[in-house]
C-alpha cells in the first residue's frame, strides 16, 4: 500500500492556508474547499525587494499529461493518478503520486487546490504572510521563501516547509500560478530521505510543463 493518506489532508490545509494569507480570510474548512471568506487585495501589487524570477532551464517532465480544471502539465515516467480513491485527496483539483515503488513508505506526490474565483494571491502576499500562516495554521516548521519562479510566464512565489502529520513527515514545495482571475496552488511534498537536489528536479520539470487550456 502506498502511503498517501497522512499526506493528503496537510497537503490541503497548506494550500487554505497560503490562499487565505492572501485573500485577508479566516481558516476553516469552507476556505479549504475553495470558500474564502473575504476578498483579496488587487491581483497587480507594488514592486518587491524580491530579485526578478526567471524560469529553469530543464526539460519539461516526459510522463503521463495530467488535466485539470483549466491546465494541464505533465508528471515524471512512473507518477499517475491513483486507480483507488485515496482518502483526503476529495476537495483537490488534482492528486499525483510516484507510483514506481508499490512498496514505499512514503509517495511522493504533487496536487493542485484551486482559489475561488475571482480571488488571486501575488508573490508579494504570498512572501509577507506565508511563513506566519504555514506556522500558526497548518503546523509547518521549517517553512522559508525561496527564489521565485516563473509558470507559463507567469511570476510565481515559491514556499517551502516540513509538515509532520499522523506521525509521518515529509518536505512540502508550494507554488501558485495564477491565470485571469484565480490561482492555483501547487504542493509537492517528498520523503524526507529525497534530497533538495532531487526535488528540484521533480518539481522543475512538472512546472516547466504547466500549460494553461
Given at each position: 500500500?502506498?502511503?498517501?493518506?497522512?499526506?493528503?489532508?496537510?497537503?490541503?490545509?497548506?494550500?487554505?492556508?497560503?490562499?487565505?494569507?492572501?485573500?485577508?480570510?479566516?481558516?476553516?474548512?469552507?476556505?479549504?474547499?475553495?470558500?474564502?471568506?473575504?476578498?483579496?487585495?488587487?491581483?497587480?501589487?507594488?514592486?518587491?525587494?524580491?530579485?526578478?524570477?526567471?524560469?529553469?532551464?530543464?526539460?519539461?517532465?516526459?510522463?503521463?499529461?495530467?488535466?485539470?480544471?483549466?491546465?494541464?502539465?505533465?508528471?515524471?515516467?512512473?507518477?499517475?493518478?491513483?486507480?483507488q480513491a485515496v482518502p483526503g485527496t476529495e476537495r483537490l483539483d488534482v492528486f499525483v503520486a510516484d507510483l514506481s515503488d508499490p512498496t514505499a513508505a512514503?509517495?511522493?506526490?504533487?496536487?493542485?487546490?484551486?482559489?475561488?474565483?475571482?480571488?488571486?494571491?501575488?508573490?508579494?502576499?504570498?512572501?509577507?504572510?506565508?511563513?506566519?500562516?504555514?506556522?500558526?495554521?497548518?503546523?509547518?516548521?521549517?517553512?522559508?521563501?525561496?527564489?521565485?519562479?516563473?509558470?507559463?510566464?507567469?511570476?510565481?512565489?515559491?514556499?517551502?516547509?516540513?509538515?509532520?502529520?499522523?506521525?509521518?513527515?515529509?518536505?512540502?514545495?508550494?507554488?501558485?500560478?495564477?491565470?485571469?482571475?484565480?490561482?492555483?496552488?501547487?504542493?509537492?511534498?517528498?520523503?524526507?530521505?529525497?534530497?533538495?537536489?532531487?526535488?528540484?528536479?521533480?518539481?522543475?520539470?512538472?512546472?516547466?510543463?504547466?500549460?494553461?487550456?
Amino acid at each position: 500500500m502506498i502511503r498517501t493518506k497522512t499526506t493528503t489532508s496537510a497537503a490541503l490545509l497548506v494550500s487554505a492556508a497560503l490562499l487565505l494569507a492572501g485573500c485577508g480570510g479566516q481558516a476553516d474548512d469552507t476556505a479549504a474547499s475553495g470558500d474564502a471568506g473575504a476578498s483579496p487585495a488587487p491581483s497587480s501589487s507594488t514592486s518587491s525587494s524580491a530579485p526578478a524570477a526567471s524560469a529553469p532551464d530543464v526539460a519539461p517532465a516526459s510522463g503521463e499529461t495530467i488535466t485539470g480544471t483549466g491546465y494541464s502539465f505533465a508528471v515524471p515516467e512512473g507518477w499517475a493518478v491513483p486507480e483507488q480513491a485515496v482518502p483526503g485527496t476529495e476537495r483537490l483539483d488534482v492528486f499525483v503520486a510516484d507510483l514506481s515503488d508499490p512498496t514505499a513508505a512514503f509517495a511522493d506526490n504533487v496536487n493542485v487546490v484551486l482559489s475561488p474565483e475571482g480571488q488571486t494571491v501575488t508573490p508579494e502576499q504570498i512572501e509577507k504572510d506565508g511563513v506566519e500562516q504555514l506556522e500558526t495554521q497548518a503546523g509547518a516548521t521549517d517553512v522559508a521563501v525561496a527564489p521565485r519562479t516563473v509558470i507559463a510566464g507567469g511570476e510565481s512565489a515559491h514556499i517551502t516547509a516540513s509538515v509532520t502529520q499522523q506521525g509521518a513527515t515529509y518536505n512540502v514545495d508550494q507554488f501558485y500560478a495564477s491565470d485571469g482571475d484565480r490561482t492555483y496552488v501547487v504542493t509537492f511534498s517528498f520523503s524526507p530521505e529525497v534530497s533538495e537536489a532531487d526535488r528540484a528536479a521533480v518539481y522543475d520539470s512538472v512546472l516547466a510543463s504547466w500549460a494553461w487550456a
